[in-house]
C-alpha cells in the first residue's frame, strides 16, 4: 500500500510517499544493502529528525550560538561538560526570570586544534546577547567570546540540521583520538531541552495510480491549498535500499512571497469518501 507520511509545522509541510511494508522483490532476494547505504540512510533520517525538530521550535531570527574559552584553554571532558550544565541552568533562570521557555538543540565539538567549544541552536528573547554573555563569564572563569548568528528558515533550516548532526571530519577525528571512548561518544551526540516539541507523523493513503503518472512525468504534484511546493526539496525515484518507488518534498505557507512562484499542480491523494 501507497501511503504519505506528513509532517507540519509553522510554516512547513514535509511529505513522503513511500510503499508502507515495502516488498521483497527479486532484486531486493538477490541484494541486500550494503553498511554504508544503510549507514548513510540512518544518517539521513537522522537529519530529517532534527530539520522536522527545528522547524517546529524555532523561526527565522532566533540565534545560533557558538561558546568558546579564551585562546590556548585546553579543558577536560568532564570540565567541559559541568561548564556547559552550568552554562544552561543559569541560562534557563535568566529565561525564566522573564516568563520565557529556553528552548536548544546542542552539539559539542573538538576543533582542528584540541579545543573544546559548543554549538547551541537557542529561541531568541529580548537582551539574549548580553543574557548569553553574561552567563558565559558565570559559567567559567576561561570563558572567551560568544559567536551569535541569526538563523534563516533556506531550505527548511536543511543546512544547519546537515551540520549539527554532520559526522567529524578526517582532522577532528585526528583529535579524538587522545580522548577516552565515552567521551567520544559526548562529541556525536546531539543532545536538546525536553520542552521542544517533536514531530508526529500524519499518514494517508494515497492513490497508487496517481503516484505513477507522477514518476513517469505524466502527471505533477499539488500544493496544499494556502501553500507552494519549494522544487528544490522535491526528490524522487527509486529507493536503493528498499528498491521501491519513493517521492519527497517540502510546501511553504503562503505569506509575503510573490505571486510568481505558485506552481499549478493537479491533484494527487484521493478523496475521502
Avoid at 538477490?30 to 549507514?39: N, T, V, W, Y
Avoid at 522536522?52 to 579564551?70: A, E, S
Avoid at 516568563?99 to 565539538?109: A, D, N, S, T, Y
Avoid at 567520544?184 to 492513490?207: D, F, G, H, M, Y
Wanted: glycine share 6%; net charge positive; hydrophobic share 30%.
Amino acid at each position: 500500500m501507497l501511503v504519505s507520511d506528513k509532517y507540519i509545522s509553522s510554516t512547513f509541510i514535509e511529505r513522503e510517499i513511500h510503499l508502507s511494508v515495502p516488498q521483497e522483490s527479486e532484486r531486493s532476494k538477490k541484494s541486500k544493502a550494503s553498511p554504508l547505504q544503510i549507514a548513510k540512510q540512518n544518517h539521513w533520517n537522522k537529519v530529517k529528525t532534527c530539520r522536522r525538530t527545528i522547524q517546529l521550535n524555532y523561526k527565522p531570527g532566533d540565534l545560533w550560538v557558538t561558546f568558546g574559552y579564551k585562546g590556548g584553554t585546553r579543558k577536560e571532558m568532564h570540565t567541559f561538560c559541568k561548564d556547559m550544565e552550568k552554562l544552561q541552568d543559569l541560562i534557563r533562570d535568566e529565561y525564566g526570570a522573564q516568563g520565557k521557555e529556553f528552548k536548544w538543540i546542542r552539539r559539542l565539538e573538538i576543533g582542528r586544534r584540541g579545543g573544546l567549544h559548543a554549538h547551541f541552536l537557542i529561541n531568541d528573547i529580548p537582551g539574549a546577547l548580553q543574557i548569553l554573555q553574561r552567563c558565559w563569564k558565570k559559567a567559567s572563569k576561561d570563558a572567551g567570546r560568544v559567536h551569535v548568528e541569526p538563523i534563516d528558515d533556506d531550505n527548511g533550516y536543511e543546512g544547519l540540521a546537515e551540520y549539527i548532526c554532520k559526522d567529524p571530519s578526517e582532522e577532528i577525528q585526528g583529535q579524538m583520538v587522545f580522548l577516552l571512548p565515552e567521551e567520544r561518544k559526548r562529541l556525536c551526540k546531539i543532545s536538546s531541552s525536553r520542552n521542544l516539541k517533536r514531530p508526529v507523523r500524519i499518514r494517508e493513503k494515497v492513490n497508487a495510480w496517481s503516484i505513477h503518472k507522477i514518476l513517469t512525468g505524466r502527471d505533477v504534484l499539488l500544493a496544499t491549498k494556502g501553500y507552494y511546493i519549494e522544487t528544490q526539496s522535491v526528490r524522487m525515484g527509486i529507493s536503493s535500499v528498499t528498491h521501491t518507488p519513493f517521492i519527497r518534498y517540502r510546501e511553504r505557507k503562503i505569506e509575503d512571497e510573490k505571486p510568481g512562484i505558485l506552481q499549478k499542480v493537479k491533484n494527487l491523494f484521493r478523496r475521502k469518501k
